[in-house]
């Protein structure tokens, strides 16, 4: 039982970040149809970000985040000014290609610049773990739940209580329509682009100092941000914040009770799963078809 | 012309290994046969029917371990385990396509990528079928009609008649009546339906064409390398295919051929070039760069040239290039 | 008139001398495999690092009979097919008489089979799976101890460790299920009970499930095989969790001094096979090839934690050379013959080869030192067992 309540606890703090990764993915997926490769780069730009703050300019551990943060939305941004709004018309597969070029790009760029050697991300909060009857959470762990709650939090406001938000949701929604409403679908794509990748980056800035940092950690983190597209439903926040959730919970649970190895199984099982009995997903409206 | 050059290149493909010294370029171009096999697998699926499989991998691996498995265990003859090999992939094309097809698009995307990660993590874990990480070495040479190829040349021939195989598969499929199902599926899919095409039935048998071709490809593979590990599931490998069949020119029957050729010399040319640190990078933005300004891929951009080149002269209708599918 | 004649005589005489010198400039070519990037790449760069100290230390004393070395290095990427692409490269495009690699045993079976196409040797430095040299490849010489030879190194100190039961966490490789096997089979036939397994995949970085498993199980020691990557990750889980028992790596890549940096505390006590003390390098059994090569590390600026895999390629590198010096020429077939005969002391130390594997085509395999140390206070040091004798 104890057992349980750990897996639980650890599943929880996971998936709080593959919620915050499945977010940003869910909104370019579904927002933009582009199928973003390049998002587990964005991952990793944030954590080797982080790293470079606290390692090289002394940054305070929050600042360096929220650098981790600004960097991400910036060179999201300019990917898509550069790369993707000139390919506006293309097929959905010229927009991937293009990503995959850019996570190749992006990935072996960091490995030139940084070596492939894993690094560690120093971080002020103290080591001993908190004790709560059976189960144990380190402080930083705790400091990460918390800081995801606030970005997904801030995620909901930014979409349901803001113009902007506004302007996004139309133009997921019915975009010929908002472009008649005067809703600069361009600069919406942007900042949609923008900012999933920042929330890509916090995920890799908070989970950094967790694990380690090396260049292909984004990997691992791209697949589990599809999975939890797919789970939550495409251009549903609920549905990626829940989804990442249960993928969390799911893979700790798969892994401590039916086997380590095949960990990483039962998020792919569940997709396929839910794709079989509610293929929109756990939230989605009904997918568009055309 | 066009007859022309289809010659020189037949001629110049058969008498390749006697013109071509080093063994080492012949293992590239092998390995390029290889992936073309790959390429237009994966085109029929996705250029013809329009459906992107991120799965591919998977049936090429499945080939590939079913190939080495029969020979090395069973000892089954080559030709046996070939055949084998693509029957057990285009079973497995066809349960995908069964499941899959009741969703479509970004869904499919998914349960494709899904799949070949469930049958990855098998591979790596199930180690009395497969022996896990440690994989399949010693796989028998290739044998047939009591020829065996173990020399690169002679399993030049062999690849080579695979690739030819392959493409001729998918030409006669494009060209019959299956193949203009698949046209009017990625035009319009509502509208074909109404007309009486089955999507699911047409997106099946793309789905089990393509994943046999994948998994032929992948029995060529376990014999030529005579060493099968769980390496062979590897996104990556998926992603090679997809950067080939989409930068080729997806939707036409030379586009994966080209870029299979294309995108297997390019890292070994770039190994010469540059050091080790800066082959990916430029890799990447080589793609980057051939997406950007030959989005529908070299073939059908070659092919627009070429039109234009030979276009009438002002006053006279211009010929449109190839039409543009809205893909979901 | 006779000056002139005598001056051309000597010129003939001169030139054939002339162009074998001009011949034997050319540098002796050795290829290198490793993997410089992916999971492992730390482990990888370090091997690099010390073959280059090996070939200039070589080629400052003459190089071998004049000719200095040249290092052609492949980066297999951590991937099987990367390795079996490079070794073909190696031998076809840059057509060395010899190479050393490829780091982890997956890699290195993957370019066994072109060894024996194109007959060229390898030298094995870092793998530890047991059929590397029991599969029949006369083109094969290992100076890494398979998992066998590393377990039965522990053997003497079995009794002072007082194991009642332990446990296994490897990484789902070759390398982390061989170790898994041979430690096992050294234990159970000293009446330690083993609880079961535990695996996780070479680029898993949660590894809580795993160790909540094994904390319900009862036993008091952990073996733990992977890269240090991987075991950093492992020891500051286990400290989240309160984990509380004898940890103990194996496979000599533990690099003790990064865990040191990255785990800090969660490092504390652990115990650490390996096949290297640069921190004692007096006690190795050539203390001074041992110290100069620790002194011209830390002169080269490389990260100290990484000496204790980067003398893997300097041995390998010096066992290569040593072979084409007792050959004579740079040629593979006459490397193979000679490395039969080589008998030199490398870093570890004693490196001379055995017969191993299937009659009639053995592969060479050497004795490896073995050592264990453990982590006190922040520092490395030898364990009480280990010191008291």
Known sequence: MEQLLQHLVNGLVLGGTYALLGIGLTLIFGLMNVVNFAHGEFYTLGAYATFTALAFAHLDFFLAVLAALAAGA??????????????????????????????????????????????????????????????????????????????????????????LGQAMRATFQDPDTA??????????????????????????????????????????????????????????????????LVLGIAEELG?????????????????????????????ARAERVG | MRLLV????????????????????????????????????????????????????????????????????????????????????????????????????????????????????VSVNWMELTNGPLGLPGVPAAELFGVSFRTKSAYYYLVLAGAALAVLVCRRLVRSRTGRAFLALRENEPLAESVGI?????????????AALAGMAGSLYAHYTRLVSPEVFLFTYTVTMVIMVVAGGKGTLAGPVVGAVLFTALPEALREVVAWQWQMVLYGVVLILLVFFLPRGIVPAVGAALRARMAPRAGEPRLEPGARSPLP | MRYRLIAVLLALLAAPGLAAVAESQAPVKIGVIQPLSGPVAASGNYVRMGAEIARDWIN???????RKIE???????????????????????????????????????????????????????????????????????????????????????????????????????????????????????????????????????????????????????????????????????????????????????????QLIKQAGAAAEGTYHILFFMPWFPEAMPDGKLARAFVDEWSKRGHPFEGLTEGFRGHDGIATIAEAVKIAGKDEPRAIREALWKVSLMGVNGPIRFEKDGPAGKESGQSRPSIFVVQIRDGKVTLPDFVAKK
């Open chain 2, 6 to 121: 289809a010659g020189l290149g037949a001629a110049a493909a058969l008498t390749l290994p006697l013109w071509l010294q080093s063994p080492y370029h012949v293992h590239v171009v092998i390995m390029a046969g290889i992936f073309t096999i790959l390429a237009c697998s994966l085109n029929l699926l996705l250029g013809y029917a329009g459906q992107l499989s991120l799965g591919h991998a998977a049936f090429f691996g499945i080939g590939a371990y079913t190939s080495a498995l029969l020979t090395l265990r069973l000892q089954w003859p080559f030709l046996a385990g070939l055949v084998a090999a693509a029957a057990a992939s285009g079973l497995a094309g066809w349960g995908i396509g069964r499941l899959a097809f009741k969703v479509r698009g970004a869904y499919f995307v998914l349960v494709t990528i899904s799949f070949a990660g469930v049958i990855s993590l």
């Open chain 3, 60 to 66: 400052a004393r003459g190089g071998i009979g004049g």
């Open chain 3, 71 to 257: 290092l052609i290095i492949e980066d297999n990427k951590s991937d099987p097919k990367e390795a079996a692409n490079a070794a073909e490269k190696l031998i076809v495009r840059d057509r060395v008489p010899a190479i050393m690699g490829a780091w982890g045993s997956s890699m290195t079976l993957a370019a066994m089979p072109k060894l024996e196409e194109y007959g060229v040797p390898m030298v094995v430095e870092t793998s530890s799976a047991a059929s590397i040299t029991k599969r029949g490849n006369p083109w094969i010489f290992r100076i890494s101890p398979p998992s066998e030879m590393e377990a039965l190194g522990l053997e003497k100190y079995l009794p002072a460790l007082k194991i009642k039961k332990a446990d296994f966490l490897a990484v789902n490789t070759d390398w982390g299920r061989g170790a898994v096997g041979a430690f096992g089979d050294v234990l159970k036939k000293h009446g330690v009970s083993v609880g079961a397994p535990e695996f996780m995949d070479q680029a898993a970085t949660d590894m809580n499930a795993q160790i909540t498993k094994i904390k319900g199980s009862g036993g008091d020691t952990l073996f733990l095989t992977t890269s240090v990557e991987q075991i950093t990750l492992v020891l500051k889980q286990a400290q989240e969790q309160r984990f509380q028992r004898r940890i103990i790596t194996t496979g000599g890549s533990s690099s003790p001094n």
């Open chain 1, 255 to 283: 892994a401590g009770y039916v086997s380590s190895g095949y960990r990483d199984a039962a998020g792919f099982l569940i997709i396929i799963m839910v794709l079989l009995l509610r293929p929109s997903g756990l939230f």
């Open chain 1, 179 to 244: 472009q008649l409403m005067g809703v600069r679908i361009h600069r919406v794509h942007t900042v949609t682009f923008a900012f999933g990748a920042a929330l890509a980056s916090a995920a890799g800035a908070l989970l950094g100092p967790v694990f380690l940092v090396y260049p292909s950690m984004g990997d691992l983190a791209a697949l589990r941000a599809f999975s939890v597209v797919i789970l939550g439903g495409l251009g549903s926040l609920p549905g990626a914040t829940l989804g990442g």
């Open chain 1, 74 to 163: 910036a060179i999201g941004a300019a990917v898509e000014r550069v790369l993707l709004r000139p390919l506006a018309g293309e097929s959905i597969d010229t927009t991937m290609l293009v990503m995959i070029g850019v996570s190749i790009a992006l990935q072996n760029a960091v490995l030139l610049g940084f070596g492939g050697v894993a690094q560690s991300i120093p971080h002020p909060f103290p080591t001993e773990p908190l004790v709560l009857g059976a189960v144990s959470i380190a402080p930083l762990r705790l400091v990460v739940l918390a800081a995801a709650g606030g970005l997904i939090a801030g995620s909901y406001l930014l979409i349901h209580r803001t113009r």
């Open chain 2, 198 to 210: 089955d999507a699911v039935h047409y997106l099946a048998v793309a789905a089990v064409t393509s």
